[in-house]
C-alpha cells in the first residue's frame, strides 16, 4: 500500500495551501476532503483581508500574512494561469465613535470631501469613516487557482469520503482511515475546518461551525452582461465601488467584474447551511443604507457558510502530543487572510524547524482539559 510523507485533512484554502508549503520542500503530500475541495469555508467566505482590525492576540499573524499575499498570489496565478482578483485599493470603514486609532500603519481619518471623493455613491456615515490599508481577494478565484497549483505541483486529492479517524500505532501517527480506504502517512495535518473536531483518534479539538448568510448583488446596468456571459464579465468603466466598505452590521465588498459581496450574520445554527430567505433580504437593505444603489441592485447568489471557531476564537496551530500529528484549524472569520502564513509555519512545524512566530498562544495545549487523550 502505497504511504504520503503528510496526509491533509481538509481540502479548503488551509488545507491546500499547507500542502503546496510542504510539497515546496520535497514532501509526498496527499489531501483528503470528504467532498469537493474548495467547497466549504473557502467557497463561502468573502476574501476581505482584514488584518488592521484584529484582536490583539491575532495581529501579528494577520500582519504578517497580509505582507504574505502579494507574492502567494503572485506565485499561485504563475502556476495555475488562473486569477484571484488581488485588489489593494483599501477599506473604508464607518466609525462609530467607540474605534481605538490608529488602526494599523497607514491608516487615516477621511473627511466628508475625500470620502466623497473615493466613493461618491456612499451615504455619510455620522461618526465619520476611516480608510484602511487592506486588500481583499475573491476566495472562489483563489480555492480554484490553489487547487490547480497544487495539482499541478503533483499534489495528490482523494474526495467524497470523509477521513472518520486519526490512527496511531507505538510510534505515533500512522495515517487516517475513511469509510471506503486507508491512508498511511508519516504525518498528519488536520485542517478539516469546521469539522476539524468531529474525526475520532487519539485527540478531541473543541471545534463548532459558525453559520454566516451572504449574497452577492449585480447592478442593473450589469445584469445582462452577466447573466448571458460564457466567462466573467471584463471589468465595468464605472463600478458602483471600488473600495471594500465596512459599517455597523453590515460590508460590501466588490468585485473587479461589477459584483458586490454583502454580508455576514454570525449564526450559532450548528451545521445547518440553509438559506434564509429573510435574512438575505435584512442584509439586502443593510446594505442599501450603505449604498443606496445597491438596493436597486440584482441579488445574483444567495449562500450560507460555516465558518470553524474555537472556544476562545483562536485558531489551533502547530503539532499535538501525538507524534506525527499537527493541526491547522479554527480560523473562524479568517481562514482567507491567513492562510500563507499559517501554510509557511505548519510547513516549518511538520518539518522540524522552529516556526517564524511563536505558536504558543494558538497550542492544543490551552483547550487540554477538553480533550481526550
Same mark, same amino acid.
Given at each position: 500500500? +502505497? #504511504?504520503?510523507?503528510?496526509?491533509?485533512?481538509?481540502?479548503? /484554502?488551509?488545507?491546500?495551501?499547507?500542502?503546496?508549503?510542504?510539497? +515546496?520542500?520535497? *514532501?509526498?503530500?496527499?489531501?483528503?476532503?470528504?467532498?469537493?475541495? &474548495?467547497?466549504?469555508?473557502?467557497?463561502?467566505?468573502?476574501?476581505?483581508?482584514?488584518?488592521?482590525?484584529?484582536?490583539? *492576540?491575532?495581529?501579528?499573524?494577520? #500582519?504578517?500574512?497580509?505582507?504574505?499575499?502579494?507574492?502567494?498570489?503572485?506565485?499561485?496565478?504563475?502556476?495555475?494561469?488562473?486569477?484571484?482578483?488581488?485588489?489593494?485599493?483599501?477599506?473604508?470603514?464607518?466609525?462609530?465613535?467607540?474605534?481605538?486609532?490608529?488602526?494599523?500603519?497607514?491608516?487615516?481619518?477621511?473627511?466628508?470631501?475625500?470620502?466623497?471623493?473615493?466613493?461618491? +455613491?456612499? %451615504?455619510?456615515?455620522?461618526?465619520?469613516?476611516?480608510?484602511?490599508?487592506? *486588500?481583499?481577494?475573491?476566495?472562489?478565484? =483563489?480555492?480554484?487557482?490553489? /487547487?490547480?497549483?497544487?495539482?499541478?505541483?503533483?499534489?495528490?486529492?482523494?474526495?467524497?469520503?470523509?477521513?472518520?479517524?486519526?490512527? #496511531?500505532?507505538?510510534?505515533?501517527?500512522?495515517?487516517?482511515?475513511?469509510?471506503?480506504?486507508?491512508?498511511?502517512?508519516?504525518?498528519? !495535518?488536520?485542517?478539516?475546518?469546521?469539522?476539524?473536531?468531529?474525526?475520532?483518534?487519539?485527540?478531541?479539538?473543541?471545534?463548532?461551525?459558525? +453559520?454566516?448568510?451572504?449574497?452577492?448583488?449585480?447592478?442593473?446596468?450589469?445584469?445582462?452582461?452577466?447573466?448571458?456571459?460564457?466567462?466573467?464579465?471584463?471589468?465595468?468603466?464605472?463600478?458602483? =465601488?471600488?473600495?471594500? !466598505?465596512?459599517?455597523?452590521?453590515?460590508? !460590501?465588498?466588490?468585485? #473587479?467584474?461589477?459584483?458586490?459581496?454583502?454580508?455576514?450574520?454570525?449564526?450559532?445554527?450548528?451545521?445547518?447551511?440553509?438559506?434564509?430567505?429573510?435574512?438575505?433580504?435584512?442584509?439586502?437593505?443593510?446594505?442599501?443604507? !450603505?449604498?443606496?444603489?445597491?438596493?436597486?441592485?440584482?441579488?445574483?447568489?444567495?449562500?450560507? &457558510?460555516?465558518?470553524?471557531?474555537?472556544?476562545?476564537? =483562536?485558531?489551533?496551530?502547530?503539532?499535538?502530543?501525538?507524534? %506525527?500529528?499537527? /493541526?491547522?484549524?479554527?480560523?473562524?472569520?479568517?481562514?482567507?487572510?491567513?492562510?500563507?502564513?499559517?501554510?509557511?509555519?505548519?510547513?516549518?512545524?511538520?518539518?522540524?524547524?522552529?516556526?517564524?512566530?511563536?505558536?504558543?498562544?494558538?497550542?492544543?495545549?490551552?483547550?487540554?482539559?477538553?480533550?481526550?487523550?
Amino acid at each position: 500500500m +502505497k #504511504t504520503w510523507d503528510v496526509v491533509i485533512v481538509g481540502g479548503g /484554502i488551509i488545507g491546500v495551501s499547507v500542502a503546496l508549503s510542504l510539497s +515546496k520542500h520535497g *514532501a509526498e503530500v496527499l489531501v483528503v476532503d470528504k467532498s469537493e475541495p &474548495g467547497r466549504e469555508a473557502s467557497h463561502a467566505a468573502a476574501g476581505m483581508l482584514a488584518h488592521c482590525e484584529q484582536s490583539l *492576540a491575532l495581529r501579528t499573524l494577520a #500582519t504578517a500574512s497580509a505582507r504574505l499575499y502579494p507574492e502567494f498570489v503572485h506565485e499561485i496565478e504563475d502556476e495555475s494561469g488562473g486569477r484571484a482578483d488581488y485588489r489593494r485599493d483599501g477599506t473604508i470603514v464607518f466609525l462609530t465613535g467607540e474605534e481605538e486609532e490608529p488602526f494599523c500603519d497607514g491608516a487615516r481619518r477621511l473627511d466628508s470631501a475625500e470620502l466623497a471623493e473615493l466613493e461618491p +455613491k456612499l %451615504g455619510m456615515p455620522e461618526a465619520g469613516a476611516a480608510w484602511l490599508p487592506e *486588500a481583499s481577494v475573491d476566495p472562489r478565484a =483563489l480555492i480554484a487557482a490553489v /487547487i490547480k497549483a497544487a495539482k499541478h505541483r503533483g499534489i495528490q486529492f482523494a474526495s467524497g469520503a470523509p477521513v472518520t479517524s486519526v490512527d #496511531t500505532s507505538n510510534l505515533g501517527v500512522s495515517g487516517v482511515s475513511t469509510p471506503k480506504t486507508r491512508f498511511p502517512a508519516a504525518a498528519v !495535518v488536520n485542517c478539516a475546518g469546521a469539522w476539524a473536531g468531529e474525526i475520532s483518534g487519539p485527540l478531541s479539538f473543541p471545534m463548532r461551525p459558525v +453559520k454566516g448568510h451572504m449574497l452577492d448583488v449585480i447592478p442593473g446596468s450589469l445584469f445582462a452582461a452577466h447573466a448571458s456571459a460564457t466567462a466573467p464579465p471584463a471589468q465595468p468603466e464605472n463600478p458602483l =465601488l471600488r473600495h471594500v !466598505v465596512r459599517a455597523p452590521g453590515v460590508y !460590501v465588498a466588490p468585485r #473587479t467584474d461589477g459584483r458586490v459581496m454583502i454580508g455576514s450574520t454570525v449564526e450559532e445554527a450548528g451545521f445547518d447551511k440553509r438559506v434564509n430567505p429573510d435574512t438575505i433580504q435584512q442584509l439586502h437593505q443593510a446594505a442599501a443604507n !450603505v449604498v443606496p444603489e445597491l438596493g436597486e441592485a440584482k441579488i445574483h447568489e444567495a449562500w450560507a &457558510g460555516l465558518r470553524p471557531c474555537t472556544p476562545d476564537n =483562536l485558531p489551533i496551530l502547530g503539532r499535538t502530543t501525538v507524534d %506525527g500529528y499537527y /493541526i491547522a484549524a479554527g480560523h473562524f472569520r479568517d481562514g482567507i487572510l491567513l492562510a500563507p502564513i499559517t501554510a509557511k509555519l505548519i510547513a516549518q512545524v511538520v518539518r522540524g524547524e522552529q516556526p517564524d512566530i511563536d505558536l504558543a498562544s494558538f497550542s492544543t495545549n490551552r483547550f487540554a482539559t477538553e480533550h481526550r487523550l
